[in-house]
């Protein structure tokens, strides 16, 4: 059983920066690929960035690649998801994930955090 646990969203001003942070439990963080999935109102859930469980490889959708990194942080077993230049289409809720043993883009988590809202205004 993992538990994850999102923190830092909020609301920012477009061109404005977030960093979301998620904090999982459990002894087998190394066994999961990590990653960010959002969902917009009226919209369904969609694959934002994803690290693998090696920390090796790294995806992104093409929506949010060149503005959103995202890393992992194996000793505090947390994941960072940074967004940079933000847009008010990126204003969703969203939700960290964890799927074992992924080596390439995420697909099918296994567990989701409870997710966190960010709301970007023009």
């Not at 538990?3 to 477009?14: H, M, P, R, Y």
């Not at 947390?78 to 043993?101: F, G, H, I, R």
Request: glycine share 10%; aromatic share 14%.
């Amino acid at each position: 059983q993992v538990q994850l646990v999102e923190s830092g969203g909020g609301s920012v001003q477009a061109g404005g920066s977030l960093r979301l942070s998620c904090a999982a439990s459990g002894r087998t963080f190394r066994s999961y690929a990590m990653g960010w999935f959002r969902q917009a109102p009226g919209k369904e859930r969609e694959f934002v960035a994803s690290i693998s469980w090696s920390g090796d490889n790294i995806y992104y959708a093409d929506s949010v690649k060149g503005r959103f990194t995202t890393s992992r942080d194996f000793a505090k077993n947390t994941v960072y998801l940074q967004m940079n230049s933000l847009k008010p289409e990126d204003t969703a809720v969203y939700y960290c994930a964890a799927e074992l043993w992924r080596a390439q883009a995420m697909r099918g988590p296994n567990y989701w955090g409870q997710g966190t809202q960010v709301t970007v205004s023009s």
